[in-house]
């Protein structure tokens, strides 16, 4: 039978990773991927340029945002102290960005942000509150826009002794599950889901702790939404 942690106990171990810069089994202090700084680089003109940071972490994503010339709201129940000290150290990026303690489920997503990134977050909420967050960040996307999104699916965590470990609420999305998700959620968007499989190991032992089946998701919206006109966002019944 799986054992369940809480959320409260997941919060404390990414806390204190963050703040003594202790190593994590999925590195959060990992460079950008050069294949999403290209796709800054590729954005249209017209895109609007703020960006939200669902889930900042370590901030990697934050300052690559922000380096792009973007102004940045960036959210997360994590501690800001380890992103604000980064940002201290980078000329002209602190007052760029805006960072947020808060669960990004709590998050009210009110305006139209030309990115919107969520990076090895969204698995942690329940299937609910990712598809409330992600349609509402739709919903409020007017112009040109960019959502990046890595999410696990088919999670299998282990202890040391091979018991399965769930975490309190989270979404546990199949593959199948989640591409149903997006379906519902970027009805008229261009979406683009690469797979991977995606495993960690105790550095010790070598034991795979974790497996899981990533999606790496990039959806546009390619044409604004004409001034005066609602946004219609279909949604079917779970």
């Not at 598809?131 to 960019?146: D, G, I, K």
Request: proline share 5%; with cysteine; glycine share 6%.
């Amino acid at each position: 039978m799986p054992v369940q942690h809480s959320k409260a106990a997941l919060h404390a171990f990414y806390a204190d990773a963050l703040r003594s810069g202790r190593s994590t089994g999925e590195k959060l202090g990992a460079p950008v991927p050069a294949r999403f700084l290209a796709q800054l680089a590729s954005l249209p003109a017209d895109t609007p340029r703020r960006a939200l940071d669902l889930g900042y972490g370590a901030g990697a994503y934050t300052i690559a945002l922000a380096e792009a010339g973007f102004a940045v709201v960036a959210v997360d129940q994590a501690p800001a102290e380890p992103l604000l000290h980064r940002l201290s150290e980078c000329e002209g990026l602190a007052e760029r960005v805006t960072v947020v303690e808060s669960l990004i489920e709590q998050y009210p997503i009110q305006e139209d942000f030309g990115v919107l990134v969520a990076k090895d977050v969204l698995h942690y909420l329940s299937q609910h509150d990712v598809e409330a967050l992600l349609t509402q960040a739709v919903e409020r996307s007017r112009s040109v826009n960019m959502h990046y999104l890595e999410v696990f699916t088919e999670i299998s965590r282990t202890d040391a002794h091979g018991v399965q470990i769930h975490i309190e609420g989270e979404a546990r999305y199949t593959p199948e599950s989640f591409s149903r998700a997006l379906e519902r959620i970027y009805k008229g968007w261009d979406v683009t889901v690469n797979w991977d499989d995606h495993t960690e190991q105790d550095t010790r032992s070598r034991r795979t702790y974790f497996k899981a089946a990533r999606a790496t998701v990039t959806a546009a919206r390619r044409c604004p939404v004409p001034v005066g006109t609602a946004a219609v966002i279909g949604r079917e019944a779970a």
